[in-house]
């Protein structure tokens, strides 16, 4: 499907407000492009050392197949493969998960978390989802799992594989909504339409998942202010535990922006960054109204006593994360890398009995401190105690600068022991984080 873009013009400058191409959602740091194939071998070290004490160990698997490509879509997602190349797909990964259970970085540990993340890991079969299940879980146990994540498209679900998915211990399912306009979805390039969302969404509910979160995205193409305030409506409707709001972004690797490379245009065909952050002010608003809290720069919960993102919060706070699949990151001793981005070079290497390794970084100190400060803003707020604790630094001295600037522009207050992002600057907290960079590091792409 073509999207609506009108005939190419000449290209004007943008303004700073526009949406242009590029990441800048921020969701780790050093940013991604910083990573390198020749550190790869500072991985053998990694997985060679015991844990550091406490450190928590999760686990994702990336399940890349898809029934369309979202024209947003900038994950590495197949929509070509058959049930063999799938099949196939499964049993290497499982087979890497067999290659890390024997390094000494496990140290006897279990998972706390797991996330099936995609693609679509609703696309598999429920002899698939079953028999994948079954085989982890033998290789590592999740019987300490605390988060068990699973994300779908609402199209693919029946009532049968939302059974299975509760039954090999599924807590939170995320349903990708993303709109409940079916002109909206279609002209995005979404799968599903709205009927399938609310089927999915009520048949779950009878499963009594523990939680039931909800994806939105505000700013999508042709998306209006009328529709963004129903799809706030019919969410509180629904009355999901947990709501994840994302601003659109148009990064390199989509349809969208290789529509936009034709015409020559340098401004996407979304809504500009106000629009998205006023929709966004206006959605925690109406939750908060509704009895929810802001939970972070993009969630909101119904209950906070009960309701919380394990894999996010220790992610955040330096856990260890195992990330099977093509493309998936890994986080572990210190260390940070990626597999093979592509599906013949990931499934050549496990062919071979090795790790589909393809880049790598070690962070220093001071880098690991800014990662986690600027993850750990992303929830509004950062302890001194905790980074004095763990790093022996003040932040508030070490980051005087850029503090001073974040006050000075209303977004951040300083109170106790709390550094505070304001409303308005959680709402561009990817933007303002980028203050705490070290200098080499702040350049035009964040992945």
Known sequence: MTLAIAEARPAAKPAEKDTTVGNYFVSNYPPFSFWKPERVPEVAAALGRAPAP???????LHIPFCRKRCHFCYFKVYTDKDSTAIKGYLELALQELELYAKQPFIGGR???????GGGTPSYLSESQLQHLADRMKAILSWDEAEEVTFECEPGTLTDHKLKVIREIGVTRLSLGVENFSDHILEINGRAHRSREIRRAYHFARELEFPQINIDLIAGMVEETEENWRDCV????????????????????????????????????????????????????????QAGYTVASGYTVVKDSKRTHFVYRDSLWQGADLI?????????????????????????????EGRLPLYRALTPTDEE????????????GRISRAYFQQKFGV????????????LKSQ????????????TREGLLEVDKLVHEFFLPEHRTARYA
Not at 110 to 116: D, G, I, M, R
Not at 368 to 379: D, G, N, P, S, V
Request: aromatic share 14%; charged share 25%.
């Open 54 to 60: 406490g450190t928590k160990l999760g686990l994702y």
């Open 110 to 116: 279990k998972p706390q978390f797991v996330y099936f």
């Open 233 to 288: 409506r019919q969410t509180i409707e629904l009355a999901p535990d947990s709501v994840t709001i994302y601003q659109m972004e148009v990064p390199y690797n989509t349809h969208i922006y290789q529509e936009m490379k034709a015409q020559g245009r340098l401004v996407a065909p979304v809504a500009d960054w106000q629009t998205k952050r006023g929709w966004v002010r206006y959605a925690f608003a109406e939750l908060e």
């Open 323 to 351: 990330g099977l699949g093509v493309a998936s990151f890994s986080h572990v001793g210190g260390t940070h890398f990626q597999n093979e981005h592509d599906f013949e070079p990931y499934v050549a290497r496990l062919r």
């Open 368 to 379: 690991r401190l800014i990662r986690e400060l600027a993850l750990q803003f992303k929830l």
């Open 394 to 405: 003040d932040v508030l001295t070490r980051f005087a600068e850029p503090v001073a600037r």
């Open 410 to 421: 209303g977004a951040l207050e300083v109170e106790g022991d709390w550094l505070r992002l």
